[in-house]
């Protein structure tokens, strides 16, 4: 069957060959120097550029030009990007602008200058630009900017110049006329001393946010109602240690703020303060963090103004809250005590708070939960997270009956009760990771008819018991990874009928804690991570107990990186049940390979990733139950060709990521069987140099569907004289010449070898592919036979992959540990980018002996044949004894009548088989070590060797 397979793509192969050369055709393919192009996204950062990329397609949206270094930018470099609605380039060495600059981008709406060296703005820069909606500058050095730099920005809502070296608000005093739009106006970190709202205006202006904050600001002045629609300013973190000259006319003009910082402030007096806080009558959230007052008053002081409700006392040094602290506060809701010092909060200090709904003391000292907060029956949010409590008692939260989220997480918790939350019936949200948990206690089996977020990750759990989320059954997300969990009890999900999310990765899971069926109940789940565990499977036979069974709704299925050691397998049924499934990444979990109907059970995925495992080979057929596949990645898998596309049917496939492997040349059917693909990446291959890729190299560079990634820096590994050229300098044009002239000279040819070569093929099948690889043999043997060299190697290993697993347990060690041989593995001592068939030759005529691994699988790949017919050239050759076949598996005679070069060499040859039991593996090794010691054997010794003969 096989084998009539073989002369099909041979003839196959001629037919294409023929069509080529009667039409060169050529079509879609790209790829852009510097740049990587992501639909309408060109992203060109971090290329050490000088100069704009003159070869960015004109369609884009946005461009990313970011950290590279371009020093000075005018209209030329930017023309006729119609659509373009983003431009980043921030992160250069931008000094100087030129006039106009943007002007042919006239559907920009967002252009980051952030992080260059501007010092001037000059009139006229961003003229040309009507869409504009956010215009960054922050982080350069902007001292000055002329009168008409931002004339033309009639849409401009954001106006950053953070971090700049601004000394005057004055030069906004014109532009803001014509900025109608302007509502985001940040100056935070200039060197701005006087604020008076006549330099920037005479007229009033629609500004809501203004941060003139990290500024030495001396004098705020306010006289007329400039900001009838201020709603938030910070004054915040003056950088001059200057007591603040506040002088806002009257209650009315800043009447609309609501949210005011005034962090580290410092006024004169206490009326000062006091005069400060009758500017406003519609405050409602204050921000008085890291105050140099004493805090006590400014509490006293602006819980008076009955519009305040939110206050945000951070980083106050605060280590004790008194009773006294909050008295005047009863309309308050929300305070936010976040990284101070307290260790302890006097009983009673919040009795004032029958309004509070949030209440955050997050990264404090508290060693229990205060007493404090028992009391705070309005309480819908109470953050008690990175502090040091140890233990909660059953009265804590009994009576915060309305709590909606409890923040618990990073504190020293070793264990919960039963009681611990039972009351919170309209909790919603829990948070208690980082902790130091070793037991539930029982605490989620009891209802919490409300929860729906669960975080118990990055704690000390080893199992999950039984029924132990059983009162949580409007839970959707549940999160238990980092922890050690080993097992799961058969009913610990149970109850969990609404779960959706389920995190239980970086856990010591193997397969026997899935093996119970416990997630059976779980039919709501549609994202499920069990990445980072030891999960193995050594055997390729359907599990008796499918893990995913009941799992119909499961759309994302994350099992990547499998910790423990040694090769494993792939259960043919291990998907079964997942439907819905439509990611599934299973990279990195030493998988050697793939059965074929794997993804029977999945017929809706589209993203896959199976990078990082020892595949070495893909079957076609392994995708043809997926078609709608979208997303491949098949990174680092040692594949050494991509011709298993060719027949995989993926013709809805549009990213392929195939970095890092051994493949050399990419095909044109390779490509072609590939109709949807937009995105080609290829990094980290070696590839050679040669007319066996000047098609591609045509594609990448013709093409206008497909981007490959960073195609320019490809380079050739092989043949030696090109080695670290670059592919894409490869001269194409002798390749076309050479190929017409030679077609010229052998269609005639060519069609007459057709139709004797399908005569003959018709009549004699097999003995034709031999015949073919004896030729191929025969070439390389009298290649190789001139240039000898020194043995590299004690013994090249031929096998099969499938037989991978028995090479790297069992011959591996055994020989190159235990007997100290040196052995050639093609998968690890291949040269990259060079043809396998060289490889071969290079191994065989560089090893002693050559140990061919036989089993049926071997017998019926064709690439070991090869290897097998170089062999025995080399053998008949040199009348020297190189060749040692050990047979895996016992092989009925019969089976080998195809392979008829195979039964002459048993006829003579020495032989080992693979003993089933144990007790003789022994002998096994040691008559190994003597066929790989013996240098040419005599006929007698050949017998004596023989473990057991083949009937
Ligand atoms: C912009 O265009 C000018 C004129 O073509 C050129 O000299 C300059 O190097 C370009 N600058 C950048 C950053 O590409
Ligand atoms: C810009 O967008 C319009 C409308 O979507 C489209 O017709 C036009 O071709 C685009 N221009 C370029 C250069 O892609
Ligand atoms: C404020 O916004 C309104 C509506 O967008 C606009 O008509 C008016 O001109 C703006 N005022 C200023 C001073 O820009
Ligand atoms: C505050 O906003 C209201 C409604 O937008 C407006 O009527 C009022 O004039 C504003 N106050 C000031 C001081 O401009
Ligand atoms: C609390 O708010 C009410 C109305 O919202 C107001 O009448 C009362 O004066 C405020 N109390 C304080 C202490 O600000």
């Known amino acids: 069957m096989k084998k009539t397979k073989h002369v099909g793509f041979a003839l196959r192969d001629l037919m294409i060959f023929l069509l080529l050369c009667n039409c060169v055709l050529l079509t879609e393919g790209f790829s852009v120097k510097k740049c990587y192009i992501y639909k309408d996204r060109a992203d060109c950062s971090k290329q050490k550029l000088t100069n704009i990329p003159t070869d960015i397609?004109?369609?884009?949206?946005?461009?990313?030009?970011?950290?590279?270094?371009?020093?000075?930018?005018?209209?030329?470099?930017?023309?006729?990007?119609?659509?373009?609605?983003?431009?980043?380039?921030?992160?250069?060495?931008?000094?100087?602008?030129?006039?106009?600059?943007?002007?042919?981008?006239?559907?920009?709406?967002?252009?980051?200058?952030?992080?260059?060296?501007?010092?001037?703005?000059?009139?006229?820069?961003?003229?040309?630009?009507?869409?504009?909606?956010?215009?960054?500058?922050?982080?350069?050095?902007?001292?000055?900017?002329?009168?008409?730099?931002?004339?033309?920005?009639?849409?401009?809502?954001?106006?950053?110049?953070?971090?700049?070296?601004?000394?005057?608000?004055?030069?906004?005093?014109?532009?803001?006329?014509?900025?109608?739009?302007?509502?985001?106006?940040?100056?935070?970190?200039?060197?701005?001393?006087?604020?008076?709202?006549?330099?920037?205006?005479?007229?009033?202006?629609?500004?809501?946010?203004?941060?003139?904050?990290?500024?030495?600001?001396?004098?705020?002045?306010?006289?007329?109602?400039?900001?009838?629609?201020?709603?938030?300013?910070?004054?915040?973190?003056?950088?001059?240690?200057?007591?603040?000259?506040?002088?806002?006319?009257?209650?009315?003009?800043?009447?609309?703020?609501?949210?005011?910082?005034?962090?580290?402030?410092?006024?004169?007096?206490?009326?000062?303060?006091?005069?400060?806080?009758?500017?406003?009558?519609?405050?409602?959230?204050?921000?008085?963090?890291?105050?140099?007052?004493?805090?006590?008053?400014?509490?006293?002081?602006?819980?008076?103004?009955?519009?305040?409700?939110?206050?945000?006392?951070?980083?106050?040094?605060?280590?004790?809250?008194?009773?006294?602290?909050?008295?005047?506060?009863?309309?308050?809701?929300?305070?936010?005590?976040?990284?101070?010092?307290?260790?302890?909060?006097?009983?009673?200090?919040?009795?004032?708070?029958?309004?509070?709904?949030?209440?955050?003391?997050?990264?404090?000292?508290?060693?229990?939960?205060p007493f404090a907060t028992r009391n705070l029956y309005s309480l819908r949010k109470l953050d008690l997270s990175f502090n040091l409590i140890r233990t909660l008692e059953c009265q804590d939260f009994a009576k915060l009956t309305n709590l909606v989220q409890l923040n618990l997480q990073w504190n020293s918790l070793t264990a919960l009760n039963k009681c611990s939350f039972n009351t919170l019936s309209k909790l919603e949200v829990l948070k208690l990771q980082g902790n130091s948990m070793t037991k539930l206690g029982g605490a989620f089996t009891k209802n919490l008819p409300s929860l729906k977020v669960l975080l118990l990750n990055n704690n000390k759990l080893t199992a999950i018991g039984k029924h132990e989320f059983r009162g949580l059954f409007s839970l959707l997300n549940l999160s238990l990874f980092e922890n050690q969990i080993e097992t799961l009890h058969e009913s610990c999900f149970h109850g969990l009928k609404n779960l959706t999310f389920l995190q239980l990765q970086k856990n010591n899971l193997r397969k026997e804690a899935l093996s119970n069926n416990c997630l059976r109940k779980l039919v709501k789940l549609t994202r499920l991570d069990l990445s980072n565990n030891h999960f193995k499977y050594w055997s390729s036979k359907n599990l008796t107990v499918p893990p995913f069974m009941n799992l119909s709704n499961l759309e994302t299925l994350l099992f990547g990186v499998q910790r423990s050691k040694g090769k494993g397998v792939f259960p043919a049924n291990f998907l079964q049940g997942l439907t819905k499934l439509s990611t599934f990444i299973c990279n990195n979990i030493q998988l050697l390979s793939f059965p074929n109907d794997s993804f029977t059970y999945t017929p809706h995925l589209t993203n896959l990733d199976i990078s990082a495992n020892d595949l070495l080979d893909i079957s076609p057929k392994l995708f043809s139950p997926i078609p709608k596949l979208e997303h491949l990645r098949i990174n680092s898998i040692n594949l050494h060709s991509l011709e298993f596309l060719i027949n995989s049917n993926l013709t809805k496939l549009n990213e392929l990521e195939a970095r890092k492997n051994a493949f050399s040349v990419v095909s044109k059917d390779v490509i072609r069987s590939l109709p949807s693909l937009s995105v080609l990446d290829l990094k980290y291959n070696k590839f050679t140099c040669d007319c066996d890729n000047s098609w591609f190299v045509q594609w990448i560079k013709n093409n206008s569907q497909t981007e490959v990634v960073d195609a320019y820096n490809f380079t050739c590994s092989y043949p030696p004289e090109s080695m670290n050229q670059k592919l894409l300098h490869l001269n194409t044009q002798s390749c076309i010449l050479d190929v017409g002239f030679f077609c010229f000279i052998s269609t005639a040819f060519t069609n007459i070898l057709i139709l004797v070569v399908t005569f003959t093929y018709h009549f004699s099948r097999f003995h034709l592919i031999y015949a073919y690889y004896i030729f191929l043999a025969w070439l390389f043997d009298s290649k190789n036979r001139q240039k000898r060299v020194e043995d590299q190697y004690d013994a090249f290993v031929s096998y099969n992959t499938h037989d991978e697993a028995w090479v790297y347990r069992e011959l591996v060690p055994h020989l190159e540990k235990e007997q100290g041989w040196r052995l050639c593995l093609h998968h690890r001592d291949f040269l990259p980018g060079k043809p396998i068939v060289e490889n071969i030759a290079d191994a065989i005529y560089g090893s002693r002996k050559t140990i061919c691994v036989i089993s049926q699988r071997y017998l019926q790949s064709e690439w070991c044949s090869k290897e097998m017919q170089l062999a025995s050239f080399r053998l008949f050759d040199e009348r020297k004894d190189v060749l040692i076949l050990v047979f895996l598996e016992n092989i009925p005679s019969a089976h080998l009548s195809p392979y008829y070069r195979m039964k002459k060499i048993l006829k003579k040859r020495t032989y080992l088989s693979w003993p089933r039991r144990s007790e003789q593996h022994l002998l096994f090794w040691e008559k190994l070590r003597q066929a790989l010691g013996s240098t040419n054997t005599a006929e007698e010794d050949r017998l004596l060797l023989t473990v057991t003969q083949l009937t």
């Open 57 to 369: 397609p004109l369609s884009v949206k946005s461009i990313d030009l970011s950290q590279n270094r371009f020093t000075s930018i005018q209209v030329l470099n930017f023309t006729n990007f119609p659509n373009l609605t983003t431009l980043d380039l921030k992160r250069n060495f931008i000094l100087n602008i030129g006039k106009r600059t943007f002007s042919q981008l006239p559907s920009l709406s967002v252009l980051i200058l952030n992080t260059n060296k501007i010092v001037h703005l000059e009139d006229y820069v961003f003229d040309g630009l009507p869409k504009l909606t956010q215009l960054l500058l922050g982080f350069n050095r902007i001292q000055t900017v002329a009168p008409n730099t931002f004339r033309s920005l009639s849409s401009l809502k954001i106006l950053e110049l953070s971090k700049n070296q601004l000394q005057t608000i004055e030069l906004f005093h014109a532009a803001l006329q014509h900025m109608p739009q302007l509502k985001n106006l940040q100056i935070r970190n200039n060197r701005i001393k006087t604020f008076i709202s006549k330099d920037l205006t005479n007229t009033s202006i629609n500004i809501t946010y203004l941060d003139l904050s990290e500024n030495p600001l001396e004098k705020f002045v306010v006289t007329d109602a400039v900001f009838p629609k201020l709603s938030r300013l910070n004054l915040g973190r003056p950088t001059a240690k200057l007591h603040l000259t506040w002088a806002v006319q009257s209650q009315t003009v800043l009447e609309n703020v609501t949210i005011l910082e005034l962090s580290e402030v410092r006024l004169a007096s206490g009326d000062e303060w006091k005069r400060l806080f009758s500017s406003f009558n519609s405050l409602i959230f204050l921000k008085l963090n890291s105050m140099k007052y004493k805090l006590t008053s400014l509490m006293n002081m602006s819980c008076s103004m009955p519009t305040v409700s939110k206050l945000q006392l951070q980083s106050n040094k605060l280590t004790f809250i008194s009773s006294s602290f909050f008295q005047k506060c009863h309309n308050v809701t929300d305070i936010d005590l976040e990284d101070n010092k307290i260790t302890h909060i006097e009983n009673g200090s919040f009795n004032i708070l029958k309004l509070l709904e949030v209440l955050s003391i997050k990264r404090n000292r508290l060693q229990t939960v």
